[in-house]
Nanobody
Framework: VQLEESGGGWAQAGGSLRLSCVASERTWNMYAMGWFRQVPGKEREFVSSIILSVNKTWYADSVEGRFTISRDTAKNTVHLQLNSLRPEDTAVYYC?????????????????????WGQGTQVTVSS
């Protein structure tokens, strides 16, 4: 599965961006998709994920209420709406896919449970 992210860029604090991730294969038979982010010198950090069949979502505490994940199954796409951006949201954002329920049972925030990763898209927020 190839994943292509788009929508990253620069925003001022308080602004918004919308990230998109298009999968090369149909997502209807995949279990979950999501987003992680990483800054240089730090571990990859869970941001959000969605179980595609039931539209169940999870968010990191740091983005709860500000970010929204959504899916467009017909277009094999997952979006991440980033609102009320903060400088600490600056990172490379990676799209991920779990096609086989490895993240079930509460493992949605663990990067090693996702089989496919995109190349990443940079988000930069200035104060």
């Amino acid at each position: 599965v190839q994943l292509e992210e788009s929508g990253g860029g620069w925003a001022q604090a308080g602004g918004s961006l919308r990230l998109s991730c298009v999968a090369s294969e149909r997502t209807w038979n995949m279990y979950a998709m999501g987003w992680f982010r990483q800054v240089p010198g730090k571990e990859r950090e869970f941001v959000s994920s969605i179980i595609l069949s039931v539209n169940k979502t999870w968010y990191a505490d740091s983005v709860e209420g500000r970010f929204t994940i959504s899916r467009d199954t017909a277009k094999n796409t997952v979006h991440l709406q980033l609102n009320s951006l903060r400088p600490e949201d600056t990172a490379v954002y990676y799209c991920v896919v779990d096609p086989s329920m490895r993240t079930a049972g509460g493992h949605y925030a663990l990067p090693n449970y996702y089989d496919y990763w995109g190349q990443g898209t940079q988000v930069t927020v200035s104060s």
